[in-house]
């Protein structure tokens, strides 16, 4: 694909791709602005359109067109290979050393989907019955059809399909889309038909619900070569661009929660559409945003899709929250329904989920009962084992402990049992981008920060242990930051380096401490490394140094 990344950077200019999404201005031989991810007071983001690169100074990111998009989108290499395949006109099967067929068949079914999707708004803007269910009954207004593109899928055996015939796409091609049901007619009937739109603007699928008495009342797309469902989430492609801007994301349940939402003005709004959510869904939202809220019922049902959330989210630092002040309604739709504003409000109005699930299960038993006191331990516990703040998890620690009138030892001694019998089967954790540790981000900024000057700055008298990048890219970045926070009139670049390299020592110093201290907390102390691991971390706490 190397080719294909190449064509493609040569038809499209950085500047043009990162202009659609902020203001650029002209700064000399460069371009700057503010961060799309809204970090910066003064715009700090700067692009080169000489060198084909960008670099955010505030959020300590930067790369080539492909990278922008990544970051800026939440999407995957390929996806975003894709999307701006797409923009520079450029056919990626050329470049594809796999199966030309799968990708014949992946257009042909685009093609079919996009227009099924066009066929179904034809069919709802010329049946009345139809308009008076969504534009009345749902209570949905013209401009949210249009974004969602909504539409109508005619109570008739095979209308769509002979409509798609007509335009060359043969049943094999439809099915191939999930457009047909088993005995190869229409799959939607008498439905209005909402499409999944992926995050690069392409339909993949549908999801359908059905007008007036009927199950199942809402039919989704199977699984094809283009829809996914552990994948897809619902609303996203419409949303991200919120997301991105108010910096939080609202997982509902229902689809049509997605789009009441919407029209109500809290469009941060998704849902993982019929499916319960996986971690590739909490990934690719995590990519977006840290701040995730939860609108699920408080019933059984949500009490345990919160409770997967929470195990899903592991350590990736995702501030997980729960909004569950409905007013008496039963959803969100039904709370838009009543009044738009108190859905907005309750969005702003949202608990940790720790919090609001310890309620729950509260809720549930009698903490006067000693037997129901055990059930109510075992199962914050277990819960808690997911809190990876350790300061945070201490906190629910003593909260547990004051419900329970036990004394805070005494329930750590029972969650120490417990992770023992839960360390036997095997716990999976989404690990945690290196972007979103603050730590992290010091370190590469400092390294980003002496590169730059080993390599543009000329220093010698330092010895910075740090290995030259042959990438192009790169380097191209590193001069970018060199030429914006270094190459000053009258800077004393030796002085600088030495300063830098002083906090990069220290810095380095502290991670290395806490990456063996987490080392250390997971050891027995009859391991044999443990006095090693102990005698190191004493070592760099006393001498600053580094090993």
């Known amino acids: 694909m190397q080719d294909a990344k190449e064509e493609i950077k040569s038809r499209l200019a950085v500047e043009d791709v990162v202009g659609q999404y902020i203001e650029l201005k002209r700064a000399g031989r460069n371009l700057k602005g503010r961060s799309p991810w809204g970090v910066d007071k003064t715009p700090s983001f700067m692009v080169s359109p000489e060198k084909g690169i960008w670099h955010d100074f505030s959020a300590n990111k930067g790369g080539d067109i492909f990278t922008f998009i990544m970051e800026v989108e939440g999407l995957s290499f390929k996806e975003a290979l894709e999307k701006l395949a797409a923009q520079a006109g450029v056919e990626l099967t050329r470049y594809q050393g796999g199966d030309k067929k799968v990708a014949e068949r992946k257009t042909r079914a685009r093609e079919a989907l996009n227009l099924a999707t066009r066929y179904y708004q034809a069919c709802l803007s010329h049946s009345k019955k139809v308009c ?37 796409f043969t049943t094999e091609e439809l099915d191939t889309a999930g457009l047909l049901n088993r005995f190869k007619s229409d799959l ?64 509902v349940e229902g689809n049509m929660d997605v789009i009441s939402s919407h029209q109500a003005g809290v469009k941060e709004a998704v849902a993982t559409s019929g499916t319960a959510m996986t971690e590739q869904h909490l990934k690719a939202l995590s990519k977006l945003t840290s701040d995730i809220r939860l609108a699920y019922d408080g019933d059984a049902a949500g009490v345990k899709a919160t409770e997967r959330a929470i195990m899903l989210a592991g350590d990736l630092g ?4 729960v909004i569950s002040d409905y007013h008496g309604a039963k959803d969100p739709d039904e709370l838009i329904q009543k009044d738009p504003r108190l859905w907005q409000q309750a969005v702003e109005k949202r608990i940790p989920a720790v919090d609001w699930l310890l309620t729950k299960y509260e809720e549930n038993l009698n903490l006067n009962s000693a037997p129901d006191k055990r059930k109510y331990s075992d199962i914050a516990l277990k819960l808690l084992s997911f809190v990876q703040d350790e300061v945070e998890r201490a906190s629910y620690e003593e909260k547990v402990a004051r419900k329970l009138n036990v004394e ?7 969650g120490e049992r417990l992770n023992q019998k839960l360390a036997k089967a095997p716990r999976r954790y989404l690990k945690k981008p290196k972007t979103e540790a603050p730590e992290s981000d010091r370190l590469t900024k400092l390294e980003n920060s002496l590169l730059a000057l080993k390599i543009f700055g000329g220093i010698t008298d330092i010895d910075i242990p740090l290995e030259i990048p042959d990438d192009e890219t790169r380097l191209a970045e590193l001069e970018l930051i060199f030429n914006r926070e270094h190459e000053l009139e009258g800077a004393n670049l030796e002085r600088e380096a030495a300063e830098l390299y002083s906090r990069y020592t220290r810095e380095l110093n502290q991670h290395q401490i806490k990456t063996l201290s987490e080392q250390l907390a997971d050891m027995d102390e009859d391991d044999d490394n443990y006095s090693k691991l102990l005698n190191q971390i004493q070592d760099l706490q006393d001498s600053g140094t580094i090993i």
């Open 318 to 321: 995702i501030d997980l929250t």
């Open 188 to 251: 939607f009937r008498g439905r209005m038909t909402v499409p999944f739109i992926d995050t690069t603007g392409n339909v993949i699928g549908f999801t359908a619900r059905v007008i007036g008495k009927g199950e199942p009342k809402y039919l989704n797309t199977p699984e094809t070569l283009l829809f996914n469902k552990s994948k897809f989430i619902f609303g996203l492609y419409q949303a991200k661009e919120s997301i991105r801007r108010s910096g939080y994301v609202v997982i």
């Open 132 to 168: 008076q269910y969504v534009f009345y009954d749902r209570n949905l207004n013209r401009k949210t059809v249009k974004d969602f593109k909504i539409g109508y899928a005619p109570n008739t055996g095979k209308a769509m399909t002979e409509a798609l015939q007509k335009r060359g």
């Open 408 to 414: 805070v030892a005494v329930l750590r001694e029972k």
